[in-house]
């Protein structure tokens, strides 16, 4: 497609429970990073990948966060024992390199109930 | 206190108007300043992108940069109420990072 796209686009889970984000990033972007936006405030860096590799992961909140690009395309974030502090839109961004602008996708928006 | 500051409005405008957007940072180390622009469920949808100071122009927008009151703008001329969305400053440091700073987000309305 031409753009970032993410699914689901809305998700509903119970606290306590995993869940799987999915990111496909614009075809022949090398870098692909992962945000978080909560009500009202921008969006807060989680997770940025060069290729295959997490470059820098140090927006990840605690080791319930984890997230992987096994083939530098598709990238999945993972999350897991689900807290209701976890709710917020989920946003995945790609650009062609480093230090260039990014494209956002729509966004998955997760509940935790 | 936040790396930026951005005023959460909400901005209430009448159609044709020029509208004024702007953010402050502590960061010094701030090279790259973007102005996204943010529909209701929707992600953000980039608008201008500019390196250092100085003025950028596409269009209707106009981003302005002055690193030494570490302070930017966006204007928008003739405001058409379809501009009615949430606009987020974001910047980021050169070379020795790739993360975006973002702001709070203002939230524009413009009235036909």
């Known amino acids: 497609g031409a753009g970032v796209s993410q699914t689901p686009s809305n998700k509903v889970t119970e606290k306590g429970k995993y869940v799987e984000l999915r990111c496909d990033p614009i075809?022949?972007?090398?870098?692909l990073y992962w945000y978080r936006q909560s009500l009202g405030q921008g969006p807060e860096f989680l997770i940025y990948?060069?290729?295959?590799?997490?470059?820098?992961d140090s927006g990840l909140p605690n080791d319930r966060f984890f997230a992987v690009r096994p083939e530098g395309s598709v990238s999945t974030l993972k999350i897991q024992r689900t807290e209701r502090g976890d709710s917020a839109v989920y946003l995945c961004?790609?650009?062609?390199?480093?230090?260039?602008?990014?494209?956002f996708g729509p966004g998955t928006r997760l509940t935790v109930l | 206190q936040k790396e930026v500051e951005q005023d959460p409005g909400p901005l209430s405008v009448p159609e044709g108007a020029i509208v004024s957007l702007n953010c402050t940072y502590s960061?010094?180390?701030?090279?790259?300043f973007m102005w996204y622009r943010q529909y209701s469920r929707k992600g953000p949808e980039l608008l201008m992108y500019?390196?250092?100071?100085g003025n950028k122009e596409d269009g209707r927008f106009t981003a302005q940069v002055d690193k030494s009151s570490k302070y930017i703008s966006l204007f928008i001329r003739d405001s058409q109420p379809s501009d009615s969305a949430t606009y987020l400053c974001?910047?980021?440091?050169?070379?020795?990072?790739?993360?975006?700073?973002f702001g709070t987000g203002t939230s524009l309305t413009v009235i036909p």
């Open positions: 075809s022949g972007h090398t870098a």
């Open positions: 500019t390196y250092s100071s």
């Open positions: 990948f060069q290729g295959t590799g997490a470059a820098d």
């Open positions: 974001a910047m980021s440091v050169k070379d020795t990072g790739n993360q975006f700073y």
């Open positions: 960061n010094s180390a701030f090279q790259y």
């Open positions: 961004a790609s650009s062609p390199g480093r230090g260039t602008s990014k494209f």
